[in-house]
């Protein structure tokens, strides 16, 4: 493993343990040029599905994707990095477990959709407004009036709910 700070390859392991999950290992190493220490990280390397585009092509599954379209969705609202990729562990557990090597972007975007919806309201609207290619006011305003009924319908949210606190 390289030194991050001075580039040697000489370095030594000082601790090594499991995340809480168990499926990463942490390794907190010694470069033996500069004495700085860095930490490492070393998870089995898994096989992604490919995603299959709208226009029909095909490209490697990207966690980073996934992540990025919902941190900014999630911009100045109260949710959290942790609560983020917990999400998306979840959900690339359900398409591991289902054994699925081509996913329709469609089912992707559907399910963060439906995450946000459950989470936060800004937020869900933020993604929905780029996923689904509002093309004017209009439909934004149609999407905006069926989150309001639903609310009404769930009898609004829950005190605690965190798409009513902020």
């Given at each position: 493993?390289k030194?991050?700070?001075?580039?040697?390859?000489?370095?030594?392991?000082?601790?090594?343990?499991?995340?809480?999950?168990?499926?990463?290992?942490?390794?907190?190493?010694?470069?033996?040029?500069?004495?700085?220490?860095?930490?490492?990280?070393?998870?089995?390397?898994?096989?992604?599905?490919y995603?299959?585009?709208?226009?029909?092509?095909?490209?490697?599954?990207?966690?980073?994707?996934?992540?990025?379209?919902?941190?900014?969705?999630?911009?100045?609202?109260?949710?959290?990095?942790?609560?983020?990729?917990?999400?998306?562990?979840?959900?690339?557990?359900?398409?591991?477990?289902?054994?699925?090597?081509?996913?329709?972007?469609?089912?992707?975007?559907?399910?963060?959709?439906?995450?946000?919806k459950?989470?936060?309201?800004?937020?869900?609207?933020?993604?929905?407004?780029?996923?689904?290619?509002?093309?004017?006011?209009?439909?934004?305003?149609?999407?905006?009036?069926?989150?309001?009924?639903?609310?009404?319908?769930?009898?609004?949210?829950?005190?605690?709910?965190?798409?009513?606190?902020?």
């Amino acid at each position: 493993m390289k030194c991050p700070f001075c580039q040697s390859l000489d370095n030594k392991v000082v601790d090594s343990r499991l995340t809480k999950d168990n499926t990463v290992i942490r390794r907190r190493r010694e470069c033996l040029t500069c004495t700085r220490r860095f930490t490492t990280y070393e998870n089995v390397e898994e096989m992604h599905p490919y995603v299959i585009k709208r226009d029909g092509r095909r490209q490697p599954y990207d966690r980073q994707k996934v992540f990025e379209g919902l941190r900014l969705a999630c911009q100045k609202r109260p949710v959290s990095v942790t609560d983020l990729d917990e999400f998306i562990d979840a959900m690339e557990a359900h398409f591991r477990e289902a054994g699925l090597r081509e996913i329709p972007a469609q089912e992707i975007g559907e399910r963060v959709v439906g995450h946000l919806k459950a989470l936060d309201d800004v937020a869900y609207v933020r993604f929905a407004s780029v996923y689904r290619r509002f093309k004017d006011l209009g439909e934004f305003m149609d999407e905006l009036q069926v989150l309001l009924e639903d609310k009404q319908r769930e009898g609004k949210a829950a005190p605690g709910d965190k798409a009513s606190e902020g």
